[in-house]
């Protein structure tokens, strides 16, 4: 996609066009995309940081490497080239501007209307319920224009038929994504758990500080994770569309810190390194990725490294 981003087939055009055509443009394209790939989930790094910082909160290296093992930052590393990173780190120059004395939206709807040119599954997941729970009513107007406005866009791609782009959602092996859920809800439920590991307890324990202190971003939690479960029905890499959830738990991270005892989390944040980021697809199981944390995992740790599962 980066060596010709606008001559893809048809069922492809309208997606993840955004850093494949920036790749081209700055001829970081071909076998360089990896390393351009990699830049984004540094940017995406460096953001998270600089996030966690505007909300009071200096992150000790443990929590920052602990973090970046789970959800889109692990995708990133795994798999360079998925533009989820992208729309993470969008996110958070929203909220990072959000954060501000005198917020401008107009940086959060830009960062959306990015963010739908990167992966539009994923900006709807984390960028809606930050638009209309976190930004408030008055951006529910811009919201639903540029929305439409895409909407559109989509549609014209596909001569203006509804059922083309979900027809274009296949599954693997020829079978759909809707069929992979319901041959194996076991393997949905592994994929899910693997996407954030060990940080899903600050999910149960954070939200209810997270609520009360103030409950728009409580509810931009419970329906950005309803929503990146729910994207599991559309496409088999179970793992990676729940990560579509990061800024989620990030949230519920920052509400626990002020929480939990400093030897429970640093408990949780260990645990949740020495469990493995696993890569789960429907159809094919449970993949360990080829890299340096899967070499720690395996050398230092002295444990089993299986190259496939299959459950």
């Known amino acids: 996609m980066s060596i010709d981003p606008f001559n893809e087939p048809v069922n492809v055009y309208y997606r993840k066009l955004l850093l494949p055509a920036l790749a081209n443009f700055l001829r970081l394209d071909g076998l360089l995309y ?12 460096l953001l998270l940081k600089a996030y966690l910082k505007s909300n009071g909160v200096k992150p000790t290296f443990l929590e920052e490497f602990s973090l970046l093992t789970c959800g889109a930052f692990a995708t990133s590393f795994q798999l360079p080239g998925y533009p989820d990173i992208a729309v993470v780190a969008l996110a958070l120059v929203a909220l990072i501007e959000l954060n501000e004395e005198r917020p401008s939206e107009n940086i959060a709807m830009i ?3 990015l963010a739908l040119m990167a992966h539009e599954a994923a900006a709807v997941i984390v960028f809606a319920p930050l638009l209309l729970f ?7 107007r811009d919201l639903l224009g540029l929305g ?7 549609l014209a791609n596909f001569s203006f038929s509804v059922a083309a782009p979900f027809q274009t959602q296949v599954g693997l092996g020829g079978v759909s994504a809707m069929e992979r859920f319901r041959q194996s809800p076991s ?6 758990l693997y996407a954030f590991k060990a940080l899903w307890l ?5 939200i209810v500080p997270l609520w009360r202190r103030h409950w728009q ?3 931009f939690v419970m329906c950005s994770l309803c929503a990146s479960l729910a994207a599991t029905y559309i496409a088999v890499d179970y793992s990676r569309m729940t990560g579509f959830a990061t800024i989620a738990i990030v949230l519920c991270f920052v509400a626990i810190k002020s ?5 429970l989390l640093k408990l949780v944040l260990v645990a949740n390194l020495l469990i493995p980021s696993f890569y789960v697809v429907g159809g094919e199981g449970v993949i360990a990725p080829r890299g340096a944390y899967f070499g720690l995992y395996r050398h230092l740790l002295r444990l089993p490294t299986p190259q496939r599962l299959h459950i």
């Open 34 to 45: 990896a390393g351009f790939a990699w830049l984004i989930a540094v940017m995406g790094m």
């Open 111 to 113: 960062a959306f209307a």
């Open 134 to 140: 976190v930004v408030g009513r008055r951006s529910w």
């Open 148 to 154: 439409g406005l895409y909407s559109l866009f989509i």
């Open 187 to 192: 393997m949905v439920i592994v994929g899910a």
């Open 202 to 206: 600050v999910v149960p324990f954070g």
């Open 217 to 219: 971003h409580g509810a």
């Open 259 to 263: 929480v939990w005892p400093p030897r």
